[in-house]
């Protein structure tokens, strides 16, 4: 299992199934660095729920419900100046979907089988600022997102504007690597590979995470696992 952070992770589950909830809840446990603040079971409740909830880190979001699907919920989001960062999480292996709740503003996706461990991951990265994309499906997601994508999301330059160092970043970030991950394999501070990667998005005129990752495979600096 994944070891225990210090500080809480405090997190809303937005889900229409109350077994998928409590599922979720015996996996991001107390004890292992997480408080669930708030639970909703359609994406409706959740402007209210985080007015009630107070600092929230990470909103781990299905994506089909009956009223007020995630896509729709994660895009209201937008317009909170406090807006925590979105985590999909779904049993629906839907390319267009997931692509949707990435141009939604979604920070990352997560498959419902996929295993506790991975869940704890992609909840700590995603707070943490970080993106998630499930290995599992990230291809094709990416053509995906890349397909609907509006144009002034094109980066402008090539990556030869970037540093070596800033390469090193794209290339880390487009392998799915967290800002904590680049930090350690670089040898350098997370809040150094946040510079980075402002510098990055600015010189490419990249809107966000996954539009940069959407870049690097792009450009063949890497390549889809599936």
Not at 100 to 120: E, N, Q, T, V, Y
Not at 151 to 161: F, L, R, S
Request: charged fraction near 25%; glycine fraction near 8%.
């Amino acid at each position: 299992m994944v070891t225990t952070d210090s500080v809480e992770t405090r997190v809303v589950l937005v889900d229409d199934q109350e077994l998928v909830r409590s599922g979720l809840r015996r996996i991001l446990r107390r004890r292992d660095g997480f408080e669930i603040v708030a639970e909703c079971g359609d994406g409706s409740e959740l402007p209210a729920a985080l007015d009630e909830a107070g600092v929230v880190d990470v909103v781990v979001m299905d994506l089909r419900m009956r009223e007020v699907d995630g896509i729709t919920a994660t895009r209201a989001l937008a317009g909170r100046p406090d807006a925590p960062p979105v985590l999909v999480l779904t049993t629906f292996d839907d390319d267009a979907m997931l692509s949707g709740a990435l141009r939604a503003g979604a920070a990352g996706f997560l498959l419902k089988d996929s295993s506790a461990d991975d869940l704890i991951r992609a909840v700590r990265a995603v707070a943490a600022g970080d993106s998630w994309l499930d290995p599992a499906v990230t291809g094709r997601v990416l053509s995906s997102y890349r397909q609907s994508a509006p144009a002034a999301g094109a980066a402008a330059d090539g990556h030869e504007v970037l540093t070596a160092r800033e390469l090193e970043v794209l290339c880390l970030m487009g392998a799915g690597r967290s800002n904590s991950e680049i930090a350690e394999d670089l040898f350098i501070s997370e809040l150094t590979v946040k510079s980075h990667i402002g510098r990055i998005f600015t010189k490419l005129n990249l809107r966000d995470r996954p539009a940069a990752i959407v870049y690097a495979y792009d450009n063949g600096l890497v390549r889809p696992t599936a």
